[in-house]
């Protein structure tokens, strides 16, 4: 199917959204899941160490397309979080991300590249999710976010 900078754009919905996470660790959570058509933008990230072992760290990484190599389901690392015992980090630089990757398409990004990626016309989801080194380090998390669905 070819896609024009028409073909997935229309009116949708804005709705904040909020999430907690209590005792996260090296089993990887998945903090917000994409849908089709969707586009999330994170407000803010908290994470506060409940427990830690030695100069063990938490990660904010995204599940998703590597416009760069075409890639798909890469993971991207967005935050390496260190913090130490009943400390708090918090994230408040705002990012976006879409919640399908795009059609594939081959390196060299151009303007029907940037619709493909708008577009998410694949069938893979992508995600924001948190861990840590190992079970001996976890975190309290909240995740703030806007969820817009432009289907």
């Not at 760290?57 to 935050?79: E, F, H, N, P």
């Not at 989801?125 to 380090?137: M, P």
Request: glycine share 6%; hydrophobic share 35%; proline share 1%.
């Amino acid at each position: 199917m070819a896609y024009n900078a028409t073909t997935f754009r229309g009116a949708g919905t804005e709705i904040i959204r909020s999430v907690f996470f209590k005792g996260l660790n090296n089993t990887s959570e998945k903090l917000i899941v994409g849908v089709q058509h969707h586009i999330y933008t994170v407000l803010s990230v908290t994470a506060r160490c409940r427990t830690k072992a030695g100069t063990e760290q938490g990660y904010l990484r995204l599940k998703g397309y590597d416009s760069k190599a075409g890639t798909t389901a890469q993971d991207i690392d967005v935050a390496v979080v260190t913090a130490e015992l009943k400390d708090t980090w918090v994230w408040n630089d705002k990012f976006s991300f879409n919640g399908y990757e795009p059609v594939d398409f081959a390196v060299t990004m151009d303007a029907t590249k940037h619709d493909a990626i708008a577009d998410q016309g694949s069938s893979v989801s992508q995600y924001l999710s948190f861990f840590t080194d190992t079970a001996n380090t976890t975190f309290d998390l909240t995740c703030t976010y806007i969820d817009q669905n432009n289907s």
